[in-house]
């Protein structure tokens, strides 16, 4: 495993552990299909026994398909900043004060220095630079150690 790869890892367990809805399988949710692995999108459960789905692939020309739900794997939703920030959990104390700037920019208010940026053109933790993930990651397992 890449450390970018350990970083992204360290980020998505602390958001799901903040956010258990992040994995919840609703609109939106990544899941892959029990006999090949396949990555889709669940749209919506399909009548009333929640037995089937209907779900979109992304990467094999956007078609959908409905599939059965039983025994797919829930990979979840993708982790956004909102998802980052609530793992933060500003209640418990740590050495730094961060804040986030509407640039993304986050900035320690207590030591007045700048840190990592999530850039705001691109939505989801997987799209960030991999100095914002490093710093993240580093910033949460900092959260852990003082938890």
């Given amino acids: 495993m890449t450390p970018r790869q350990e970083n992204l890892e360290?980020?998505?367990?602390?958001?799901?552990?903040?956010?258990?809805?992040?994995v919840e399988l609703k609109f939106g949710c990544h899941i892959t299909t029990r006999?090949?692995?396949t990555r889709l999108v669940f749209a919506e459960h399909d009548g009333n026994a929640n037995?089937?789905?209907l779900c979109y692939y992304p990467r094999l020309g956007g078609g959908?398909?409905?599939?059965?739900?039983?025994?797919?794997?829930?990979?979840?939703r993708p982790i956004r900043l909102a998802d980052v920030l609530f793992a933060i959990d500003r209640r418990r104390p740590l050495k730094q004060r961060w804040a986030v700037r509407y640039d993304g920019l986050f900035f320690d208010e207590?030591?007045?220095?700048?840190?990592?940026?999530?850039?705001v053109r691109a939505d989801t933790l997987e799209e960030q630079s991999d100095e914002c993930i490093a710093f993240l990651a580093d910033l949460l397992r900092e959260r852990n150690q003082n938890a």
């Fill in 51 to 53: 037995e089937y789905g």
């Fill in 110 to 119: 207590r030591n007045n220095k700048w840190g990592g940026v999530w850039s």
């Fill in 64 to 76: 959908t398909q409905h599939i059965r739900l039983e025994g797919v794997g829930i990979i979840g």
């Fill in 35 to 37: 006999r090949s692995g």
């Fill in 10 to 22: 360290t980020i998505r367990a602390a958001a799901i552990k903040a956010n258990p809805e992040i």
